[in-house]
């Protein structure tokens, strides 16, 4: 049987847009660029100074989705702060989320202690995992960590196969993988293809960005448009279309948004030059899934209606 996924008909791929660049827009601005620049949703930051408050999310949170809604948006994602059940709004913000639709939230980063063993701190991870996902099923939502490279040497999931070891044997319906090819390339290189099939029963939903190391330290890297830095793009879209990963797509638009002097400018100019950029690198991405007969859009073996 074909994965939901496949099955949906659309003219372009359904992206979201990682509002973390975006902070600067209140709601209804937010909602008015990115659908201006094509987007189809947003992956709104819902943690410690981002869109919406955790503390405030039964206020905001209906809110700013309210408004990516008139303006035809969904709100399919969000990124929290959530690393643990017993994290005292965690509760508070996956019930909500799940009432205004939201189906995927990003967990955040686990870091190893290195005066344990990696194999204590796999089994450590792997009880944060187990009473998260009895948490996503109660709420209703699946909950996906994100591979992410090195960040001080000390970052779970950056190699990938930690990450599938923890995630081995847990419903991914429930809990599962933000994929970032940019961070896995970055961090494994050529393994990364390796990688990917590794976990790709466990992605549930995808991060797109480019980047290249910086001239002074190759272990720096920094953001550029898509399709101008070092993610091999061709290969992953095979990739995506071979194992047939599925889930939304947030695209991470980390590039340089503003110069100094344009950080200077009234809003009404600055939101000129966002569009600009946004639109191009939404235009990128569209293209790509295009040329692969690709769609981004449901959970792969979403049994949720």
Not at 56 to 84: C, F, H, N, W, Y
Not at 130 to 135: N, R, Y
Request: charged share 25%; net charge neutral.
């Amino acid at each position: 049987m074909e994965p939901a996924w496949s099955q949906t008909v659309a003219k372009k791929a359904s992206l979201h847009c990682f509002s973390k660049s975006l902070h600067w827009l209140d709601y209804d601005a937010l909602a008015e660029v990115l659908a201006q620049a094509g987007y189809c949703g947003i992956d709104l930051t819902v943690r410690p100074k981002g869109h919406v408050l955790p503390e405030k999310v039964e206020q905001d949170l209906p809110r700013a989705v309210e408004a990516a809604r008139k303006q035809g948006l969904q709100v399919g994602m969000i990124v929290t702060a959530i690393a643990s059940a017993s994290d005292p709004l965690a509760e508070r913000v996956l019930k909500t989320a799940a009432q205004c639709g939201v189906k995927v939230y990003r967990m955040n980063y686990f870091r190893y202690d290195e005066k344990r063993r990696v194999e204590d701190e796999l089994e450590r991870f792997r009880g944060e995992f187990d009473a998260l996902e009895k948490l996503n099923r109660t709420c209703g939502l699946t909950g996906c960590y994100q591979n992410h490279l090195g960040m001080g040497e000390r970052n779970f999931g950056g190699v990938i196969w930690d990450l599938h070891a923890v995630l081995k044997g847990f419903d991914p319906q429930w809990i599962g993988c933000q994929f970032d090819v940019h961070h896995a390339f970055a961090e494994i290189s050529d393994s990364w293809v390796t990688g990917t099939r590794v976990i790709a029963p466990h992605i549930r939903s995808t991060c797109l960005k480019d980047y290249v190391w910086t001239a002074a330290d190759k272990r720096q890297h920094r953001g550029v448009f898509g399709g101008e830095g070092l993610v091999p793009w061709a290969r992953y879209f095979e990739l995506v279309k071979e194992l047939r990963i599925g889930g939304p797509a947030s695209v991470h638009c980390e590039w340089e948004l503003f110069t100094k002097e344009e950080q200077a400018l009234p809003e009404a100019e600055r939101r000129a030059i966002a569009l600009r950029k946004l639109k191009r690198e939404c235009d990128f991405f569209t293209s790509q899934y295009a040329k692969y007969g690709l769609t981004a859009g449901q959970l792969a073996t979403d049994k949720r209606g």
